[in-house]
């Protein structure tokens, strides 16, 4: 299924969307694309325990299989952009989010973000959403940010050029041309890194990378999910947004 184009209708129609989304995403982490020992839960924001992933690597033991994670050294992730960072700048997200835990200490893992109309109206509303996005990473949570609307004037590279010119590495990143939405997984490490795949409206969503670990992921089921989601939504606004 393509993305549709969402500006075509407000934030509200958008926004019940976005919830089922969420819920399937979150299904299916727990049937699916989850190893064992990790589960998912829908919160409207994410508290910031003083807990790593990497603090305890005795809790878990990520080796590959049919239902397991990918080795990066093994499979890198399928993306169009690779960007690490190139400095050691201090870099300091939270909102209705997917969190991936581990059931040892129940420990946040990852985040998954779905941007929304309201993350990028005004300067403030990106500003907010940025610093959260890399207060997340220094906390040591991999990142999964999906932003189906194109850049606005407060953020003129999206939202992933908006978060990697805030965590200062060096390497900014350029919207390629017919391509202005973007899916960008990071990963948290002492230098992040960010894999990005820039895409259009009436595209399929491509799997995406959650990292697990600096050195591990699952594919996340996007178009699956959203074509799901997608079955909820009203005909009187999927017209609309297929026009």
């Given at each position: 299924?393509?993305?549709?184009?969402?500006?075509?209708?407000?934030?509200?129609?958008?926004?019940?969307?976005?919830?089922?989304?969420?819920?399937?995403?979150?299904?299916?982490?727990?049937?699916?694309?989850?190893?064992?020992?990790?589960?998912?839960?829908?919160?409207?924001?994410?508290?910031?325990?003083?807990?790593?992933?990497?603090?305890?690597?005795?809790?878990?033991?990520?080796?590959?299989?049919?239902?397991?994670?990918?080795?990066?050294?093994?499979?890198?992730?399928?993306?169009?952009?690779?960007?690490?960072?190139?400095?050691?700048?201090?870099?300091?997200?939270?909102?209705?989010?997917?969190?991936?835990?581990?059931?040892?200490?129940?420990?946040?893992?990852?985040?998954?973000?779905?941007?929304?109309?309201?993350?990028?109206?005004?300067?403030?509303?990106?500003?907010?959403?940025?610093?959260?996005?890399?207060?997340?990473?220094?906390?040591?949570?991999?990142?999964?940010?999906?932003?189906?609307?194109?850049?606005?004037?407060?953020?003129?590279?999206?939202?992933?050029?908006?978060?990697?010119?805030?965590?200062?590495?060096?390497?900014?990143?350029?919207?390629?041309?017919g391509k202005p939405l973007a899916l960008a997984a990071y990963v948290a490490d002492v230098l992040p890194s960010a894999f990005v795949e820039p895409?259009?409206?009436g595209t399929a969503l491509p799997d995406m990378p959650l990292f697990l670990d600096p050195e591990w992921y699952v594919n996340v089921p996007l178009?699956?999910?959203?074509?799901?989601?997608?079955?909820?939504?009203?005909?009187?606004?999927?017209?609309?947004?297929?026009?």
């Open positions: 299924m393509p993305v549709h184009d969402w500006t075509r209708v407000d934030a509200g129609i958008f926004h019940d969307f976005h919830l089922s989304w969420v819920v399937h995403l979150s299904e299916a982490a727990n049937q699916a694309f989850l190893p064992e020992g990790y589960y998912a839960m829908i919160e409207q924001r994410a508290a910031p325990p003083d807990l790593r992933a990497a603090d305890e690597p005795n809790v878990k033991e990520l080796t590959p299989g049919p239902a397991g994670p990918f080795s990066v050294a093994e499979a890198p992730p399928q993306v169009a952009v690779t960007m690490g960072a190139d400095d050691n700048r201090h870099y300091a997200l939270r909102r209705r989010t997917l969190t991936i835990r581990h059931r040892s200490g129940d420990e946040i893992v990852a985040l998954v973000e779905i941007a929304s109309p309201a993350n990028k109206d005004r300067a403030s509303a990106v500003r907010d959403f940025v610093e959260k996005a890399a207060a997340s990473l220094g906390q040591g949570y991999h990142l999964l940010v999906v932003d189906l609307f194109p850049p606005g004037p407060h953020e003129p590279r999206g939202l992933h050029g908006a978060i990697w010119d805030w965590i200062g590495a060096g390497q900014p990143y350029e919207v390629p041309d895409i259009a409206v178009e699956e999910t959203y074509a799901t989601a997608y079955r909820g939504v009203p005909r009187r606004w999927r017209e609309v947004v297929e026009a």
